[in-house]
């Protein structure tokens, strides 16, 4: 790169502190009573995230000081990485498994999710692709499908441990990091009615899916099965009313919402800190796509610009799916609420995210 380099964005760092810091709280909050339960100690999963999030505020600040333009040199040799990883989560012994997926590899206490380090990998690597071959996208044949065949290949794999959820980011990501790179919507559109088709056909081979689907439709035909999460979430977020129960004062997490402190851990802090508190961390969010976007805008060249649009794409899908799914708006789906969900490797991957957008905007003129 020969641009100028500035100081990073310092509102986008204090806005992901801000999610990050309450996300400890938060942490703590929900899952102190599970962890002095399981573990005898109030403080497992808190301190565990502590960890992590040690690490991750150090990823970031390291991160954002290479050049991004690096992570193009290196985004083919990243993805190989990643595809090898991801195959070997599948081979038996190898591969860990948690709540009936096998998306995990490591040893002991120690474990990561390749899927994770997937999302960030791809955005780098198709980030390249669209930056080359950007005057192609418009042609279905020789810039549309070499993209998205690569994409659905590290789906199809995910699809395998299954993990839905973090697939169904990835690929929302790089459509949206494709739309923007000029693709022709007519293209999305026949790709639509087959995704379509491909969706129920994941849903059909699966019936904990279909379960899922009519849990969401209807979540009180199956109080104690398929919609017992939704519904003690519901219970959740309903009594938190506008000022909340107040911190710490939660009922659900009383072993009624199952570990709280992953997936649903908005519901919990809706029902602790109440709608204020919800909209505080929802405006957080907006605030931290905002920076992203005028990033992306005002990045020196266009892989800066993808690599930008992929970040904040990929945090604001995964905040609209989790926050959907904890409000029955969409099926249950394990998706982390970024910054704040309980998770080593997402908070890792997120900060790490971050850490890249923030290069970007070292370049950036805006």
């Known amino acids: 790169m020969s641009t100028k380099k500035t100081t990073p964005d310092f509102i986008l760092i204090v806005l992901t502190l801000s999610l990050l810091t309450i996300g400890l709280i938060m942490v703590y909050s929900a899952s102190a009573v599970w962890a002095s339960y399981k573990f ?84 780098a690597f198709l980030s390249k692709y669209l930056a080359d071959n950007q005057k192609k996208i418009t042609s279905f044949k020789k ?67 279909i379960k899922r689907i009519t849990s969401f439709l209807d979540p009180w035909e199956d109080p104690l099965g398929s919609g017992f999460q939704v519904i003690q979430s519901l219970y959740a977020i309903g009594p938190g009313g506008l000022l909340g129960m107040g911190l710490g004062q939660s009922r659900q997490k009383f072993f009624y919402l199952p570990e709280p402190q992953t997936d649903f851990i908005f519901a919990i802090l809706a029902e602790e800190l109440g709608f204020i508190g919800g909209s505080i961390v929802l405006i957080l969010f907006a605030l931290l796509l905002w920076r992203g976007v ?59 995210a971050v850490g890249v957008l923030l290069n970007v905007s070292r370049h950036s003129r805006y």
């Open 40 to 123: 005898d100690d109030s403080f497992f999963f808190a301190k565990r995230q502590l960890l992590f999030a040690g690490l991750g505020i150090c990823a970031m600040f390291v991160i954002m000081n290479i050049d991004y333009w690096t992570w193009r040199k290196w985004s083919k040799s990243l993805i190989i990485i990643c595809f090898v990883l991801l195959v070997l989560v599948l081979v038996p012994g190898v591969g860990m498994t948690r709540n009936g997926s096998t998306s995990w590899i490591g040893v002991g206490a120690f474990s990561i999710q390749p899927s994770e380090f997937m999302k960030l990998a791809m955005i």
């Open 143 to 209: 810039g549309l499908m070499p993209s998205l065949g690569l994409v659905f290949l590290a789906f199809g794999i995910i699809m395998l441990q299954p993990d839905l959820g973090t697939g169904t980011v990835m690929v929302g990501t790089c459509i949206v990091m494709i739309f923007v790179a000029g693709a022709r919507i007519s293209h999305f559109a026949y790709l639509g009615l087959v995704g379509v088709a491909g969706f129920v056909a994941l849903v059909a081979s699966a019936p904990y899916r």
């Open 294 to 352: 005028r990033i992306a805008l005002g990045a020196p060249d266009l892989y800066g610009s993808f690599l930008a649009i992929g970040v904040i794409s990929m945090v604001a899908i995964q905040v609209m799916i989790n926050i959907g799914v904890v409000t029955n708006l969409i099926p249950v789906t394990g998706i982390t609420l970024p910054f704040l969900s309980y998770g080593g490797s997402s908070l890792t991957l997120m900060l790490a």
